[in-house]
């Protein structure tokens, strides 16, 4: 092919978004049982793809960028996938069996890793990995870079960007491309000062700034149509809670695109590594992102490891958001042009007696040809097998007392050889590794807590062959599955050999450990880290039965189940738990995080609180409380009674029998609340906010103090964030005396821990300040809207009152007569949507009538709260 060839002859791959779904006729195929060279498959597909690549053909409805390589666990897919991209990379010796690397060559490669996975797929890790890769092709990509700033931003706000290979690479190139916009648009003197590192960060957020205010700007970067908007919908739509899954395999697509505007097109590998783990959510969820994000990148091969066959052809998998043959024709069974799937079989006699032979000879281990051959036989050519049996002969080695292997040490179950293993080893480090299978994947101080061992033992027993080391900050190593089960179900009368109790117990030093860094972080009110933490600890008892510290309160079982209630966010910790568990402990505590996430259906979330509520488990109060509070929060208020009617029947604290005035003052029957809270301590909470809702907020303001050091005392951090929240919005419109420091500080809070409710108060405060740009406060305004309409299904009354606010401001009645029409299409309206309603009627914009127990005239109330307006306005004014 000629060089004149390449200058027309391309892939065409749309941007994000551009796309549109398409049905086809499903095809149908018979299981295959292939064995074709997995080396040669790779070959035949790497050179398929080329031609694809090469091709001018519109990207239509069929995918053909999946490779699949599937087979049972202990097969050596792993070690498949390593050894391809190292072949590809040049970085195998030609002496390896496979000969020189392919004759097509793959111009970058880059590897997702799913082992630390318990079903959930860390989509801002994938796209890091596929930036990471594309870096080997040019430094600079400068729409991804743009948009996964921005992304990056508002999911981690607060942190700089990854760095790549330990330098700031993304950084440096972010900022670079920042600088130049910026200069284009004639605005950098405010970044002056900064590191090239911050410039970065900062330099993106104003690009973002700029066109927030300026909406029909073009930027001077070679992006797709619609790119500026698609730049806005990635600073503003995601939060640390909710990642938006769809809009980061958009992200993905927007690397393809860039991908398929270079000549000639260059061919980038992704290896994704056990895909197995995806399925442990019974929901398939992280599947789904998977699944979208390949179909984003059809100008990227990807190669996929995995126990299963993958059957994303099957149209009847509703979970996905691409399927079907006419999508995926190369992963129908029985499809015959690469890529496709390959079913990975054991090593035959021949290899397995070379590689035997090739180990023996490098190692210089103590092992006859006899041995040799019994090995052959007994391993059938199973690569873990192999690999156990290797290890057992350097321990025998290792020994030093010149003893020879036997076909007795190196033959038996895979289980056998895992405890000879472990024979050779001291018994300190045993009850390490053994102490590290609790976990997917460890660090030397959860290791050393969970088997009682000294952390220099720790630090001996991760160089032992059996443990892997893992690319992770926090937790660096693992172990492969085969061996970690193997060392889980081994008989406990076998030397040095575990019984249940003993996992039991080592779970609960482990969690014992966590909790002690829990407190720590609670205590320096570092709210990610107390997120994390929890995160730890939920997986530790959905893999194993654990036996939990009681709680400080005698209101909760343990200290994990009252962590989790007072935890910053209990949104929050969706992200840092698995999607499934061993145990029935842990599967409830999942199912508990799934009802207070607002991804989950309102029925759902209903139906999941209500199971809880009705089991034994630690969090049965709870649930039963945030059952009722949800039931309140949509308003259905008879149905709420009921429930906290049924909580003071089983647990008549004074917790649970202060719920039922709450939720009476929240449906504005503040007579019938004032008589149900008589003799309760809830009492004057309900003074105290049935004043407030009639225009009356001394009381609120004398109080205020005491309460949230009572929460802050008691570390209820998610409720004090609340109050924090709520203090700084009442305080920006009866006074308008907080701060931009102030106010900022708690927006960080606020997002960092994924408090959407704080996130919410935050929004408004900044709205009530009125110290931002016109465009800015629009922008807060919007958002508020949306997180309403989110979490309620509709917009409630920090909206309202923003609109409220700011119109009265800016003498706009046209935007005061569509609030009155949007709340007038509510079917109920709450205690707090009281000063609003009172605002319109003071304006001649009446709602319709409300039933409310009024404890004084309703003109009374309404001409009280029309003076607060007024009083607002005039100080901004």
Request: hydrophobic content about 40%; aromatic content about 6%.
């Amino acid at each position: 092919m000629t060089s004149t060839t390449w200058m027309w002859r391309l892939m065409k791959v749309s941007p994000p978004g551009s796309g549109e779904h398409r049905d086809g006729p499903p095809h149908a195929g018979e299981l295959f049982t292939d064995r074709e060279s997995e080396s040669q498959a790779f070959k035949s597909t790497l050179n398929r793809f080329r031609q694809l690549l090469d091709s001018d053909d519109e990207v239509g409805v069929a995918r053909h960028n999946v490779l699949t390589f599937y087979g049972l666990g202990g097969i050596g897919k792993t070690a498949l996938s390593e050894r391809l991209e190292a072949w590809v990379r040049h970085d195998l010796p030609l002496v390896n069996g496979w000969g020189p690397p392919p004759a097509t060559t793959v111009d970058a490669t880059a590897r997702i890793d799913l082992h630390g996975s318990a079903g959930r797929m860390d989509l801002p890790a994938a796209l890091l990995a596929l930036r990471a890769g594309a870096a080997g092709i040019r430094r600079r990509w400068p729409v991804f870079d743009l948009a996964f700033t921005a992304y990056w931003s508002a999911l981690r706000p607060g942190e700089p960007l990854p760095r790549f290979r330990g330098r700031d690479e993304l950084e440096n190139s972010v900022a670079e491309t920042a600088g130049e916009v910026l200069k284009d648009l004639g605005s950098l003197a405010d970044l002056a000062g900064g590191t090239a590192a911050s410039l970065g960060v900062r330099g993106v957020r104003k690009v973002v700034g700029v066109l927030r205010r300026r909406r029909d700007l073009r930027l001077a970067v070679d992006g797709f149509p619609g790119f500026e908007d698609f730049l806005l919908r990635c600073a503003d739509e995601p939060s640390p809670t909710e990642p938006r899954p769809a809009l980061a395999c958009e992200l993905a697509a927007a690397l393809s695109w860039e991908l398929a505007q270079i000549v000639p097109s260059p061919l980038v590998a992704v290896f994704v590594d056990t895909t197995e783990r995806l399925a442990l959510d019974p929901r398939r969820v992280s599947e789904g992102h998977l699944n979208r994000l390949i179909h984003c990148m059809p100008n990227v091969l990807f190669v996929l490891t995995g126990r299963d066959l993958l059957d994303w052809y099957d149209e009847s998998r509703v979970d996905l958001p691409h399927r079907g043959a006419w999508t995926w024709p190369g992963l129908v069974p029985g499809a015959s042009d690469n890529p496709r799937q390959h079913l990975v079989g054991n090593l035959s006699p021949s290899d397995t007696r070379a590689l035997i032979l090739r180990g023996r000879t490098r190692l210089d281990l103590p092992m006859s040809d006899d041995v040799v051959e019994h090995l052959v036989r007994s391993s059938a050519g199973l690569p873990q097998y192999l690999e156990l049996a290797r290890q057992v002969a350097i321990s025998i080695k290792d020994a030093g007392v010149g003893r020879q292997v036997k076909a007795q040490d190196v033959t038996g179950s895979l289980g056998s050889l895992v405890m000879r293993i472990l024979d050779d080893v001291p018994a300190d480090e045993q009850r390490a590794i053994r102490a590290a299978c609790l976990f997917r994947v460890f660090d030397t101080h959860l290791m050393a807590a969970a088997a009682d061992v000294d952390h220099g033992c720790a630090e001996r027993a991760v160089r032992r062959p059996m443990i892997d080391h893992h690319h992770g900050d926090r937790f660096p190593y693992r172990i492969h599955d085969a061996v970690r089960e193997a060392i889980r179900r081994s008989d406990h009368q076998i030397s040095g050999g575990w019984a249940e109790r003993d996992w039991e117990l080592a779970a609960g030093r482990a969690a014992a450990a966590v909790r002690r860094l829990h407190d720590d972080a609670k205590d320096r009110e570092d709210n990610r880290e107390v997120l994390d933490l929890i995160g730890v600890a939920v997986v530790l008892v959905c893999e194993q039965g654990t036996t939990l510290e009681p709680a400080p309160s005698e209101n909760y079982a343990d200290w994990l189940s009252r962590a989790i209630v007072f935890s910053p966010s209990v949104q929050g910790l969706r992200s840092r738990v698995p999607a499934a568990s061993r145990t029935g402990y842990g599967r409830l505590v999942l199912n508990f995080i799934a009802a207070k996430s607002i991804e989950t259906p309102v029925d759902e979330r209903l139906s999941l609180l209500r199971e809880i509520f009705d089991s034994d488990h630690p969090l049965w109060t709870p649930a039963g409380r945030h059952l009722g509070y949800t039931l309140r929060l949509h308003q259905r208020w008879d149905e709420a009674l009921a429930v906290f009617d049924e909580l003071v029947a089983r647990k008549p604290t004074p917790l649970h029998l202060g719920q039922r005035p709450q939720v009476l003052s929240l449906a504005r029957r503040f007579t019938d609340a004032d008589q149900a809270a008589h003799g309760l301590p809830v009492r004057s909470h309900i003074t105290r906010v049935a004043e407030y809702a009639h225009g009356r907020p001394e009381r609120y303001f004398a109080e205020v103090s005491d309460n949230m050091a009572k929460l802050r005392g008691a570390g209820r951090q998610r409720e004090y964030l609340e109050e924090v929240g709520t203090l700084l919005m009442r305080r920006a419109f009866f006074r308008g005396d907080v701060s931009a420091d102030e106010m900022l500080d708690f927006a960080e809070q606020a997002d960092l821990s994924g408090h959407l409710v704080a996130t919410r108060s935050a929004l408004l405060t900044t709205v009530l300040l009125g110290h931002s740009a016109p465009t800015d406060i629009a922008l807060a305004i919007d958002r508020l809207r949306t997180l309403d309409e989110a979490s309620m299904g509709e917009i409630g009354y920090r909206y309202g009152l923003a609109e409220s606010c700011t119109a009265l401001i800016d003498r706009d009645r046209d935007r005061l007569e569509r609030l009155r029409d949007e709340l007038s299409r509510l079917t109920s309206r709450t205690r707090s949507m009281i000063p609003v309603e009172c605002f319109l009627e003071s304006v001649g914009l009446p709602l319709p009538a409300q039933p409310t127990q009024w404890l004084e005239p309703a003109e009374v109330v309404t001409r009280r709260w029309a003076d607060h307006f007024a009083a607002y306005a005039a100080r901004h004014r």
